[in-house]
T-cell receptor
């Protein structure tokens, strides 16, 4: 299994809603990542988890809250988002942080109304 | 600022021609580089990688060249096909896999 699975594929939420994006991998990878991608832009790194510990937070606003319940799962909790947060949110994993290729999921397309 | 970047935002080639996509980086300590391909509506996909102790690496129809002197790498695609149409990103891992701006490759039939 070389897949990274993200759910939901599409999410529409209001600015007062609380929702979560989920990511799962069963490759035994110990590093997991959240990226945000706006249209016609490269993916922007948001968070990195290494061995289930948050190792990088790229000054992301607190309305985005990551969680790594175990080595296979990564969540991104969303609360009080703004319309400018609408984007494709990509999850990725790698064998270790700073080492080797990233395996990406298909992304969760988020629209904030 | 960005640690990697690309020279051209778009590239259009005829089917069957070779394509060359360029990337510049600024961190001389960068030691590992990856090219990714992103098709519309999908996540980025690994194409090929290269470590700083190499100048060239070849895959199936793709070659990556690394010039550490001028901090430049390129992706060459031989006999470009319509299925190669996508956005191509270079990325380097010194800063936890940050991506350059991307080049959109369009293949004309």
């Amino acid at each position: 299994d070389t897949e990274v699975t993200q759910t939901p594929k599409h999410l529409v939420m209001g600015m007062t809603n609380k929702k979560s994006l989920k990511c799962e991998q069963h490759m035994g990878h110990r590093a997991m990542y959240w990226y945000k991608q706006k249209a016609k832009k490269p993916p922007e790194l948001m968070f990195v988890y290494s061995y289930e510990k948050l190792s990088i937070n790229e000054s992301v606003p607190s309305r985005f809250s990551p969680e790594c319940p175990n080595s296979s799962l990564l969540n991104l909790h969303l609360h009080a988002l703004q319309p400018e947060d609408s984007a494709l949110y990509l999850c990725a994993s790698s064998q270790a942080s700073r080492n080797g290729e990233l395996f990406f999921g298909e992304g969760s397309r988020l629209t904030v109304l | 600022g960005e640690s990697v970047g690309l020279h051209l935002p778009t590239l259009s080639v005829q089917e069957g021609d070779n394509s060359i996509i360029n990337c510049a980086y600024s961190n001389s300590a960068s030691d590992y580089f990856i090219w990714y391909k992103q098709e519309s509506g999908k996540g980025p996909q690994f194409i090929i990688d290269i470590r700083s102790n190499m100048d060239k690496r070849q895959g199936q129809r793709v070659t990556v060249l690394l010039n550490k002197t001028v901090k430049h790498l390129s992706l060459q695609i031989a006999a470009t096909q319509p299925g190669d149409s996508a956005v191509y990103f270079c990325a380097e891992t010194t800063n936890d896999m940050r991506f350059g701006a991307g080049t959109r490759l369009t293949v004309k039939p």
